[in-house]
């Protein structure tokens, strides 16, 4: 029997989708079968975050009506042994799904995957009722702004409401030359405020950008911090027990003396 | 002691904390509306407790969560409760 895994925001433009590709695609890496749920019905981008968008033949609404079979609307990656994704349709809207055949679909799914990852909708209507239906637990995924973290906090909240167990944070796009500065709030910060276990901190990186351009996951990219992190999320979620890594190493005071004469050691993180 | 009263200084006006003090206090409201009966169940029980002491119309008992300016600069929640007496018990009476 698989996990059911929501991951959600509230607040739109914080890293859903990205953050559901890159952790399916790293649980695929390490040799999992996952199976991405696009729940983003007439606004659906997962397909072109994973650069599945021209395999789509059949998609929920389709697997939901009865149309076909979900087998049929599931589309293989071939890049990835074990990641499979199920578009969500973009010709209709929320409500061409109920709560019920989610859980429905959930439930034939996680029979025949470890991992069952859904990409919640922004918002905290239909769209963010049918994703959380058939979830055991969820993510939640929060940048450290204040518009951001309120929404995070809110959907907590109604995850609570819905006995939803404990959820799990992810602080995205974190930036540590501003939480140096003091111009952003740090891990601690957030985590403070919304009082949730922390899953895990992604540095904001351009190679996402890049990544999502060429619709390849980013944890494929060597040399990438936000890649790293994510593979970091995978594992923890799998069990292992992986520290956060330490991107935020107070400037010292030879590092200020380096700056000072020009010499800018290297970054860290 | 100079540079002490420049780092508090600092430390106060870093735009991260005043972010952290805004969703603290902009969350205190959020958290109370996601709940319905989070205000009806402080009313019930602040009416069981005053009840021991006084009469109250319970009709027009009024419970909000409301800002308050703080003194300096900023706001700070409060939850206001105005609660009209119809009669003091004779209980608890200055004997003097």
């Given at each position: 029997?698989?996990?059911?895994?929501?991951?959600?925001?509230?607040?739109?433009?914080?890293g859903?989708?990205t953050?559901?590709?890159n952790?399916?695609?790293?649980?695929?890496?390490?040799?999992?079968?996952?199976?991405?749920?696009?729940?983003?019905?007439?606004?659906?981008?997962?397909?072109?975050?994973?650069?599945?968008?021209?395999?789509?033949?059949?998609?929920?609404?389709?697997?939901?009506?009865?149309?076909?079979?979900?087998?049929?609307?599931?589309?293989?990656?071939?890049?990835?042994?074990?990641?499979?994704?199920?578009?969500?349709?973009?010709?209709?809207?929320?409500?061409?799904?109920?709560?019920?055949?989610?859980?429905?679909?959930?439930?034939?799914?996680?029979?025949?995957?470890?991992?069952?990852?859904?990409?919640?909708?922004?918002?905290?209507?239909?769209?963010?009722?049918?994703?959380?239906?058939?979830?055991?637990?969820?993510?939640?995924?929060?940048?450290?702004?204040?518009?951001?973290?309120?929404?995070?906090?809110?959907?907590?909240?109604?995850?609570?409401?819905?006995?939803?167990?404990?959820?799990?944070?992810?602080?995205n796009r974190?930036?540590?030359?501003?939480?140096?500065?003091?111009?952003?709030?740090?891990?601690?910060?957030?985590?403070?405020?919304?009082?949730?276990?922390?899953?895990?901190?992604v540095?904001d990186d351009e190679k996402i950008v890049v990544s999502t351009n060429?619709?390849?996951?980013v944890?494929?990219v060597?040399?990438s911090?936000a890649g790293?992190?994510f593979?970091?999320?995978?594992?923890?979620?799998?069990?292992?027990?992986?520290?956060?890594?330490?991107?935020?190493?107070?400037?010292?005071?030879?590092?200020?003396?380096?700056?000072?004469?020009?010499?800018?050691?290297?970054?860290?993180? | 002691?100079?540079?002490?009263?420049?780092?508090?200084?600092?430390?106060?006006?870093?735009?991260?904390?005043?972010?952290?003090?805004?969703?603290?206090?902009?969350?205190?409201?959020?958290?109370?509306?996601?709940?319905?009966?989070?205000?009806?169940?402080?009313?019930?029980?602040?009416?069981?407790?005053?009840?021991?002491?006084?009469?109250?119309?319970?009709?027009?008992?009024?419970?909000?969560?409301?800002?308050?300016?703080?003194?300096?600069?900023?706001?700070?929640?409060?939850?206001?409760?105005?609660?009209?007496?119809?009669?003091?018990?004779?209980?608890?009476?200055?004997?003097?």
């Open positions: 029997m698989g996990n059911v895994i929501v991951i959600t925001s509230g607040k739109g433009g914080v859903k989708t953050t559901t590709a952790i399916g695609t790293a649980l695929a890496l390490h040799g999992k079968r996952v199976v991405l749920i696009d729940a983003d019905i007439g606004l659906r981008n997962l397909d072109v975050v994973m650069g599945l968008e021209n395999r789509i033949v059949y998609d929920l609404v389709d697997v939901v009506e009865g149309v076909c079979r979900a087998k049929q609307a599931i589309i293989r990656d071939k890049r990835f042994e074990g990641l499979f994704l199920l578009p969500a349709a973009q010709t209709r809207d929320k409500s061409a799904v109920s709560p019920e055949q989610m859980q429905q679909l959930c439930q034939d799914l996680r029979e025949q995957f470890d991992y069952v990852l859904i990409d919640c909708p922004a918002g905290i209507e239909q769209g963010f009722k049918n994703a959380i239906a058939g979830a055991d637990r969820a993510i939640v995924v929060t940048v450290p702004e204040v518009s951001a973290v309120r929404d995070a906090d809110r959907i907590i909240g109604l995850l609570a409401a819905n006995e939803m167990a404990e959820p799990v944070l992810v602080i974190i930036r540590m030359d501003m939480v140096r500065r003091g111009d952003m709030m740090n891990i601690d910060d957030t985590i403070d405020i919304l009082g949730i276990d922390l899953l895990g901190v540095p060429k619709g390849e996951p944890v494929m060597q040399d911090l790293q992190a593979s970091n999320i995978a594992r923890r979620l799998m069990g292992e027990d992986i520290p956060v890594f330490n991107l935020e190493t107070e400037e010292t005071f030879i590092d200020k003396l380096r700056k000072f004469f020009g010499k800018n050691g290297k970054k860290r993180a | 002691m100079f540079d002490l009263l420049k780092f508090l200084r600092k430390e106060s006006s870093l735009s991260k904390n005043i972010a952290k003090e805004r969703l603290k206090l902009v969350l205190i409201h959020d958290r109370a509306n996601i709940s319905p009966h989070f205000l009806d169940a402080i009313r019930e029980d602040i009416i069981k407790v005053i009840s021991n002491y006084m009469e109250i119309e319970d009709g027009e008992l009024d419970i909000h969560l409301t800002n308050l300016p703080k003194e300096g600069d900023g706001f700070t929640s409060a939850l206001v409760a105005n609660i009209p007496i119809r009669r003091m018990k004779n209980i608890g009476k200055n004997k003097g």
